[in-house]
Every structure is written in structure tokens, then in C-alpha cells.
């Protein structure tokens, strides 16, 4: 259609600048380029250059603001949970401290007593069984029976590799004595002499 005016128009000797600024003052107003922008069409044009400015801007924003306005909410948190204190709540909190400090290392103590005495029961190494401390006896006491556990069933390992490298192999059925779990190496190996086996 655009083809057939600009046909007509050259017949009659009319430049296309000149049809085109005809066609813009009467088509191209204010009112129907609103009107073109309100439309679904309009606003598929449009959305992504207004989305490409906002983000722009919400960018410089935060170049310009963030790190101020987040250096502000962390003070104001210091200042909520650590109030300016006074040499009396300097003194307090240092006190507190030092109770707390000397509270733990009591523990600590009492933990190792507890390892120490245990290992030397169970016949573990007492360098290894300090491994086991924690911070409180629960956890201490399963801790110190997964080593107990882990050096048991090395040495058994132990054992057996030995009478295997000596000629002895365990028959299948033949099961080591039912109290090798309390027995030490040297009770173990005395035992096993005892029967008649030297190696």
C-alpha cells in the first residue's frame, strides 16, 4: 500500500521526504504513539529497554550506596549486641571470661583423668587414647570406644599375620580364645606358649 502512494504521489511530481513528513504529521502524534505503547505490542517493545535502564541504574545504586548502607547495619548490630560498656561491664565481661576459660580447662583435666584411666583398663595406649577427648564425657567415652574398637581388631590383624608368617594358619572353625578382647599382646602370647605353641 505504501508502494502504491509513493507511486501516485511521484506521478505527480511529489518527493518521498515530502510524503513521508505528510505521513508522519498525520499518523505520528503524541496520542497514537501513546496509544501504540499502551498495546500488548507496545509493550513487548518496550519492557526490555526499560528493564536494560533499571538494571543500569539499580547497578550504579549499588556501586554508590551498598557498601555504605551495609558497613551501616553491621555497626548498628556491634553497637545492638556489644553496647558502648563501662569499666564496671568491661570488668564483668572479662571476669565472665576468665571463669569460663578456667571452667573449660577443668573439664579438659578431668576428661583426660578419665581417658587416661580408661585406656590403662582397656590395655590401649594412653598416647592414643587422648585422641578420644572431646568436649564433653559422651562424647569422649564413644570416642575412646571406636579406638578401643580400631586397636583391637589391629592387633588381632597383627596376630594372625604373625601365625600365618610362622606356619601356623588358623583353621577354618578355630576361633581365637572368647576373652581376646581383654587380654593385652603379652597375655595373648603367653597364653599361646602356654599351649605349646611358640611362635
Known amino acids: ?79 545492638e549486641l556489644y553496647p558502648d560498656e563501662t569499666p564496671e561491664g568491661k570488668k564483668l565481661r572479662e571476669l565472665e571470661q576468665k571463669i569460663e576459660e578456667s571452667e573449660r580447662r577443668r573439664i579438659q583435666s578431668e576428661l583426660k583423668s578419665m581417658v587416661v584411666a580408661e585406656a590403662t583398663e582397656r590395655n590401649l595406649p594412653v598416647d592414643i587414647a587422648r585422641f578420644a577427648i572431646a568436649g564433653d564425657e559422651e562424647t569422649t567415652r564413644e570416642n575412646l570406644a571406636k579406638i578401643d574398637a580400631a586397636f583391637k581388631t589391629a592387633v588381632a590383624e597383627a596376630v594372625k599375620g604373625k601365625f600365618k608368617e610362622h606356619g601356623r594358619d588358623m583353621e577354618p572353625g578355630e576361633k581365637e580364645p572368647s576373652d581376646f578382647s581383654k587380654m593385652s599382646m603379652a597375655e595373648y602370647v603367653a597364653r599361646r606358649e602356654k599351649e605349646g605353641i611358640k611362635k
Open 1 to 79: 500500500m505504501l508502494e502504491e502512494i509513493k507511486n501516485l504521489l511521484a506521478e505527480e511530481g511529489v518527493e518521498e521526504e515530502e510524503i513521508l513528513e505528510t505521513i508522519r504529521g498525520k499518523f505520528v502524534t503524541t496520542e497514537a504513539v501513546e496509544g501504540f505503547l499502551e498495546s500488548d505490542d507496545g509493550k513487548r517493545l518496550l519492557q526490555p529497554r526499560l528493564d536494560k535502564y533499571f538494571t543500569k541504574g539499580l547497578k550504579t545504586w549499588q556501586e554508590n550506596n551498598l557498601d555504605k548502607e551495609v558497613q551501616t547495619r553491621v555497626d548498628a548490630k556491634i553497637k
